[in-house]
């Protein structure tokens, strides 16, 4: 099976930096989706990551280390409506997203 | 506008029942799936579709069918309901069936089985 690991919760003030971590061991690697999910919304596409290194969009960026099998999404200058869960996602061997439980962030003013 | 429709947003319905979730998109994309997500479980994959005429078991299939008679529409069926499958369900689709494709969800339907 798939092993995708991702903080629970997380807590950050308006204004600050979080940063969520994924650890993944899974059959195969094909690259690595971030996603946000407001409560009681659809998951919406934040970033892709295949090689490794940091892609930066915004105040959201992404790194992954494939040799760690590790990744970070990283939110900066937190905003309330950041107030979300994310998904971390790894494309296995068989071309199929395989998603994490998700970390709920909270932002607090 | 351009996206994918789920109904019914949401349905409480009695074990042993059989009940079809409706998921229909009109951006042309190949690829269709069925995800279930559950509390501390994420995302799970039930059934998916490369193309129409096509599908394919995902991490969680049993108790689900699917089928994909055209391009636009990918509905779920439970046979016969039981309390386990009380969840949220997500239909998303994509471009191509490549994992490298962006997914675009649906607004879900929440199903309670009692």
């Known amino acids: 099976g798939q092993n995708i690991d991702q903080p629970t919760e997380m807590t950050a003030t308006e204004g600050a930096i979080v940063q969520i971590n994924c650890t993944y061991q899974?059959?195969?690697?094909?690259?690595l989706f971030w996603y946000q999910q407001h409560a009681g919304e659809a998951p919406t596409f934040l970033s892709y990551n295949v090689l490794d290194g940091l892609e930066e969009k915004g105040r959201f960026s992404s790194f992954l280390s494939r040799s760690k099998g590790y990744s970070y999404l990283l939110l900066k200058e937190l905003q309330m409506k950041d107030s979300a869960s994310y998904l971390c996602?790894?494309?296995?061997?068989?071309?199929?997203?395989?998603f994490g439980a998700g970390t709920t962030v909270t932002v607090r003013a | 506008i351009a996206g994918i429709t789920q109904a019914p947003t949401s349905q409480i319905l009695a074990a042993g029942r059989r009940m079809t979730l409706r998921c229909t998109q009109d951006?042309?994309?190949?690829?269709m799936y069925w995800y279930r997500q559950d509390l501390g479980l994420g995302l799970r994959l039930i059934h998916y579709?490369?193309?129409?005429?096509?599908?394919g078991k995902g991490e969680v299939p049993d108790g689900y069918s699917v089928s994909r008679a055209n391009t636009d529409d990918f509905p779920l069926t439970l046979a016969s309901a039981v309390p386990s499958q009380t969840s949220v369900y997500f239909c998303a689709s994509a471009p191509g069936a490549s994992g490298a494709n962006v997914l675009t969800f649906g607004a879900g339907s929440r199903l309670t089985v009692l």
């Open positions: 996602a790894v494309i296995v061997g068989d071309y199929k997203l395989s």
């Open positions: 579709s490369n193309t129409a005429g096509t599908t």
């Open positions: 951006m042309r994309h190949n690829a």
């Open positions: 899974t059959s195969g690697f094909n690259g």
